[in-house]
């Protein structure tokens, strides 16, 4: 009996034993947390989902977790600027389980306006001004397009036309005095046209650098106020799918967007696909009524009638890397259908602006662009010190303005196919460049190679700019040179020959050669030469000086008609030749600990500057009367001398470990002697005062909220029949957070624009010749949930 | 070494500085800026003033510039409400002139009574309606400022009476008897529109001001609602003696009766003047 219980016991208590030794909680798992180049990381933020616990790593990036059980668990791994791990899946089946988690930088990021980080080597490497944007401060900043998301970047503007696509302009320059790459391939639109957008869509944009001066040198004709170069988008994670679902609404014209997008990637092979759709209504302005010309006309319900739009994209890019370098191929398409407000085609009347009864609809007129893309990139490495980089590409652009067939001319009869069709223009371009790089110990000199041809049709019932082919091949030697660790030398020459065919056309309305034929050769040289003094780690000093080119454009050869984008008659000169600027750029870049200072100012000379001047005159240059009604004077294209100059300044301090603030001011003066030119950007200042919120918040992680100012200076710097523009202050709150639920973290980003409703106007918009405001207060919030699997 | 540096920097920073603010003396302006428009004081005409085709527009206006005015023009074309699909078959009138002004002057008043609104355009009679009345202005330098003022073009009373043409009408006294059908053919048109068709049997003792709907003998025709708006329109009206209900719009009970009546056609426009074919008697039996 006593055995028997004794025994019972025994089993009792090693059962019990057993049992406890499954159950036993006195596992450990601990590890380290560290950068792409094992370097710790500090204060890095480590959240355990299966038991909600949290740290954060030590000084030596050292973290750990007790009380755990044996099993499978999940970590999520986070640190400003780096891309989040989620999960790190990891097994605890040892008393001590160890683990080394590592973290790769989010995309070369420009988080919090912090000018250095060891990854834009490019950057870094060139004498010019560049300043760059990540996936972060795109998602905290994001505007109602690509280049309203980046305005507030110091020497960056957007040109805006109502709040669908928008123009870029660096320091002043937009139109075709900037240009904007995509994968390496020049994105080509009707880019001189001011309601004309550009054709990106914003969501597929992670990181995007910003080159602030002439860049002929490497991409040719067009670049001479700068460059904005989309970057490629970044790989997955090898052996993973990784999936991400963006929602966007905007409360000011009842925006709602969705973008979705998948990446993959094996051993050598990788993917990308994305879809984005955003639709919106008449924005709200907060005035009731606006004065065009003396007359005063109501804003019914305070919404600009017909400025709703829609906007569609797709992306698609396939690629392969081994040893031998990598290639991809992308193929894109973009749409976006927008209204105009009535009164920007014609004159403003009262029946035009009565409301229509719905705020989504798009009703006459409204403008209609098709992009497509096809291009492909390809690094190849011939050996350590060789590669070989290839780019080329196809793309089209189709572009369609329709309005209410209304004739400038006396006898002219509505076509029968399309007769509201008034502009249409199809855009083919073509282009590739091959560049041959060679690294000799510390000199890197690069060959390069690239020929572009364009041909333009054009169709609807009214003419502005002819049919046209363009040619191009330019030839170019770039040598880079550090000397030592603290200097760098960079130095370039390029020579282009273009030719441009405007086609003869013949208006059967005025009787009248419209455009004659015009056949011209441009030859170009470009030229560049900067020194990069980098002594430390805290101090960089740039210095550039270069010479940059553009061909002119059909308009200011061939134009010949009356332009809605402008509101004016346009007379095109065959005589003009390229356009070419001389250009001395200055970077003081200084970094602190607590703290950091930047400043760039430039200087410009425009020895034969293209715009267009009012003669004054109601007469054609033979001394006829014009045809057309609804035009005022003339317009012609002239080149005379201009000048420029401006500066950027940014500074930043830590206040603690949780508040920081920042400010940044731009400034840019523009003559021709005489006047100002059109468009310059009155003076800005942003102040920023931001606040990340402590991490014992348990479910929100790299929460930030800011409050930000906005000021701007009153425009007087104005051309001739250019208004002035009141100066106007805009305050602005954004908060971010990623929360974490059981199954995924949802990023958030809640923005609150122009919180006080300020009725202002903004000088470089389209609709300032009609007094319209800008957008009233608006409310955005922004959801994005990554949803990731391992495919294995 | 650490001086070094900071003079090196300060030094740079005022050359920065120096760089962006001194370069804009370098610069003097040859001629002197000039961004204020022109005035224009349009006294006449006046903001919605009418007009009929035919009168002379009286366009007078104050110029006025703070250096030296340069050109003026006026343009003149229909304003809103009008469709103008097709502008040459509607009559549209689009009028577009410009002047410049003497050398140095700062202050003009111009007038001008040349400016006639015609009576037709390609042929078609000039399109009543609201047209737009623009003076724009530049001065020396190129400012340009605009004015609008709309006038109103009237249409001309119309008293053109419609046009009857027949191609097919009785016998003069004719003799019908029960079963026969009374037949008359032919078209009618207006230089505006039409707004009544009546083709009616009347007593003979009846008078014109007795044609239509409620005193004529017997309808064979109403076609009011077709013709209404019309220009022209072609019409064959006919009518069986002894039917019980007449042609009219709704038809109305008949007692036919034997006699002397006539037939005859009356078109109306739509400014009221009045065309009645000439009496085709008639007997019945």
Known sequence: MQSKLILLLFLVFATLCGFSQLQDDDYQLAGFVVNDRNEPMAGAHIFLAEKSKQTLSDSSGYFYFTGLKRGQYSLHVSFIGYRCIHPYRIFVDQKNTKVTVIMEPENLGLEEVVIFSDQREEANRTPQAVVGAGEKYLRENRGSSLMTSLEKLPGVQAMTIGQGLSKPMIRGLSFNRVVVTENNIKVEGQQWGADHGLEVDQFGVEQIEIIKGPSSLIYGSDALGGVVRIMPHALASPGSIETEVNTIFRSVNDLLGISVRSRYRAERFFTYVRFTQTRFSDYRVPADSFYYNRYRFEIPNRRLKNTAGVEQSAYFTAGWMDHWGKLSISASNVFAKTGFFPGAHGLPSAAKLRDDGSLRNIELPFQQVNHFKFSFNGIFVLDESRKLIINGGYQSNHRQEWSLFHSHFPGQQAPEINPDLELEWVLDTWLGDIVYRRQVSDHRLDFGLSTAYQANRIDGYMFLIPSYQKTGVGAFYVHDWKLNKKWRFNWGLRYDWGNLKLDYYFSPFTSTVKSPNFNGDFNDLSWGAGVVFDPDNSLMIKLNLARSFRMPVAAELGSNGIHHGSFRYELGDTTITSEYAYQADLTLQWQKQKWYFAMSPFAAYFPNFIYLNPTGSYLMPDGTEIQEADAGQIYRYVQSEAYRFGAEMQFGMQLSRLFDWDIQTEYVYTTDGVYPIPFTPPFKLVIGINHKLPAYWRKLHQTQLRCELISVAKQELVARNELVTPGYNLFNISFSTKILTAYFPLGIDLQWQNVFNAKYFSHLSFYRQLQLPEAGTNIQLSLSVPINANVK | ?285
């Not at chain 2, 920097?9 to 500085?17: D, E, S």
């Not at chain 2, 047209?131 to 330098?141: E, G, I, Q, R, S």
């Not at chain 2, 009785?170 to 059908?181: K, S």
């Not at chain 2, 009206?237 to 006539?262: E, H, K, M």
């Open chain 2, 1 to 285: 070494m650490r001086n070094n540096r900071f003079f090196a920097l300060m030094l740079l920073m005022a050359t920065a500085i120096a760089f962006t603010y001194c370069s804009k003396d370098e610069d003097d302006p040859v001629d002197e800026k000039d961004t204020v428009k022109p005035q224009i004081n349009l006294t006449s005409p006046a903001n919605e003033t009418e007009f009929l085709p035919g009168d002379a527009i009286a366009f007078s206006a104050v110029l006025s510039d703070d250096k030296e005015l340069g050109s003026y023009k006026i343009d003149i074309h229909p304003g809103e409400g009008h469709n103008h699909k097709s502008t040459s078959d509607n009559g549209a009138w689009s009028y577009q002139k410009s002047w410049s002004l003497p050398e140095g002057s700062t202050n003009e008043t111009v007038n001008h009574s040349e400016i006639v609104i015609p009576l037709e355009v390609d042929g078609v009679p000039t399109m009543p309606g609201d047209y737009h009345f623009l003076v724009y202005c530049t001065d020396k330098a190129g400012n340009e400022e605009f004015v609008a003022h709309d006038v109103i073009i009237v249409e001309p009373a119309d008293e053109t009476a419609p046009e009857i043409a027949l191609s097919f009408v009785p016998e003069e006294n004719q003799l019908y008897i029960r079963a026969d059908t009374i037949k008359i053919a032919g078209s009618v048109s207006d230089n505006r529109h039409l707004s009544e068709l009546l083709v009616a049997v009347m007593r003979s003792t009846s008078t014109e001001d007795m044609v239509n709907t409620t005193d004529a003998f017997v309808i064979m025709l109403n076609a009011n609602e077709q013709v209404a708006g019309q220009n022209s329109f072609d019409f064959n009206a006919s009518i069986l003696v002894g039917a019980t209900q007449d042609n009219n719009v709704p038809p109305r009970n008949v007692t036919w009766a034997r006699g002397n009546f006539y037939v005859i056609v009356k078109a109306v426009d739509d400014s009221g003047n009045t065309t009645f074919s000439q009496r085709f008697p008639i007997l019945i039996q």
